[in-house]
């Protein structure tokens, strides 16, 4: 059912409330529509990524690497994510949206002026003369994410996943056919640079268009009051995941050559995860928001959410671990060889972190977003001490020990949705056998065809084991999910359940 959206008529008017009728429908088309909303972007970067690797080295990969986490790390302090406590929140009203707005355009200008300006001294404490062209260029996503905040919350609250979708594709579209044309006339590393401005630039344009929605007048200090509980926990958490220190880390102490081999492997981690998060993200945490007070629905709809993010990573991130190590250097080159126990360690972190993306939007959903922030602090400063440490022992010794703190500290997240959820860890976590056991099926299958046709060319061995390994994980997940696929039947079409 559309939902209607009130007319606000003054500043402590209600807008843009909650979708109480036919949420579960709303949530799986958004889910639908999401992994459109994933897809493009994907495919998009996934090209620019996989054509900038031909073009590019290491070094390249690592300067642009350098300069987007410096930029990154300004945007973490900014109140990006206070965005997401308009989500969450149970009611707002126009005060709050506006007065966000307002102090998100004044910390856009207060810190774009900080690049344009101190770009030299930036640069000094670098050690890396090739970022300070950048520096003011990659600034502009500054001011663009920063304004797209307020709209970008409004579309979401809604839950237009079909307009988000819309807004997402024209902008990686766009970025992707301007990026792949500049490296192709031999722009070089400035084509990374132009692509992700011009993503940010027509996603703040769009959003705009799409959410139908414009400031008023005025900032009022009680509004963000009201959303900092909420805001500065997101904010923080946020700030966790985009400000980059462990590229700043590693540029440092290792070089740019050993940065932008786990640059390299880490953005094909992202490829695939945002594949996962950029479907399940929004989704779960506006549906599991507007259920915040059901418990029940809150612990089913949590329930098939983390059952599908584990049924379609586990086979992702595994398959490609599988296949890295003859993949990468027939398709990238020699040059990229070393990426190969980057990229799998990655993956072994990719399968937890896909199950991660659901949890996280439970935790927030119920208000507990301190929680996740306690939570990936940990993992953050796990990660930071493990570059610190280990970057001499070699990138093997590093990944093996970013895999080790990642699975020790993963029990934490269990405990935090079980306890939420009033359910037994065990209880949730037996909600992944069925994805494991089709997982090994899927392993073996693979290996199998590697054994067959070892005498074949590359091409012909990895195209045969993507082709038995999808064969054999789609038959055996569907063959397990029997129960799994009623439940969303039943969800998404609840008048039909006495017919079942």
């Avoid at 192709?184 to 703040?204: D, E, M, N, R, T």
């Avoid at 344009?205 to 008023?216: C, D, I, K, T």
């Avoid at 935790?363 to 953050?380: E, T």
Wanted: one cysteine or more; a positive charge; charged letters at 10%.
């Amino acid at each position: 059912m559309k939902q209607v959206q009130q007319t606000p008529e003054g500043p402590e008017s209600p807008f843009h409330p909650h979708v109480t009728a036919g949420r579960s429908r709303a949530a799986f088309f958004g889910v639908i529509w999401s992994a459109l909303h994933a897809l493009v972007p994907t495919l998009s970067s996934a090209a620019v990524f996989f054509i900038s690797a031909l073009f590019l080295t290491p070094q390249d990969f690592g300067t642009v690497g350098l300069a987007s986490g410096m930029v990154s790390f300004a945007i973490a302090f900014s109140p990006v994510a206070f965005g997401e406590a308009l989500v969450q929140r149970s009611r707002i009203c126009r005060r709050h949206a506006d007065s966000l707005f307002w102090a998100s355009a004044v910390f856009a200008a207060a810190l774009f002026a900080v690049f344009l300006l101190g770009a030299p001294l930036l640069t000094r404490m670098s050690g890396e003369p090739g970022v300070r062209a950048m520096l003011p260029v990659l600034a502009l996503r500054i001011p663009f994410e920063l304004l797209a905040v307020v709209p970008n919350a409004m579309i979401i609250r809604a839950m237009k996943f079909k307009l988000i979708a819309l807004r997402t594709a024209v902008a990686a579209t766009v970025s992707g056919v301007v990026s792949v044309a500049m490296l192709l006339s031999g722009f070089g590393y400035w084509a990374l640079v132009a692509s992700q401005v011009l993503a940010s630039a027509v996603i703040c344009l769009m959003a705009f268009s799409v959410a139908r929605w414009r400031p008023g007048r005025g900032l009022d200090v009680a509004a963000l009051k009201d959303l900092w509980s909420y805001g500065s926990f997101a904010s923080a958490d946020r700030m966790l995941n985009t400000m980059k220190l462990d590229h700043i880390l590693l540029g440092a102490l290792a070089g740019t050559h050993v940065l932008g081999l786990y640059y390299f492997g880490q953005r094909l981690f992202n490829l695939l995860l945002s594949l996962v998060g950029g479907a399940l993200s929004s989704v779960t945490h506006v549906l599991l928001s507007s259920l915040q007070d059901d418990l029940a629905r809150s612990r089913d709809a949590f329930m098939i959410a983390s059952y599908v993010s584990s049924a379609v990573s586990f086979p992702m991130f595994s398959g490609l671990a599988l296949i890295a190590p003859e993949l990468v250097p027939w398709f990238f080159g020699a040059q990229w060889a070393e990426a190969v126990i980057v990229i799998q360690g990655f993956c072994v972190v990719g399968m937890l972190a896909s199950i991660g993306i659901v949890q996280g939007a439970l935790v927030k959903a119920q208000g507990r977003v301190n929680w996740w922030f306690y939570y990936q602090l940990a993992q953050h400063v796990g990660t930071f001490l493990v570059l610190a440490l280990g970057f001499g022992a070699g990138l093997r010794i590093m990944m093996l020990a970013l895999i080790a703190k990642f699975i020790v500290l993963w029990p934490i997240s269990i405990v935090m949705t079980a306890r939420l959820l009033k359910m037994r860890p065990s209880a949730y976590v037996l909600n992944f056998a069925r994805p494991l056991l089709a997982m090994s099926a899927m392993t073996a299958a693979v290996m199998l065809v590697s054994n067959r046709t070892a005498d074949a060319g590359v091409a012909v061995r990895v195209a045969g084991q993507i082709a038995a390994g999808a064969l054999v994980y789609s038959g055996a997940i569907l063959a397990l999910s029997h129960e799994q696929l009623r439940r969303v039947h039943h969800m998404v079409f609840p008048a039909r359940r006495q017919a079942i």
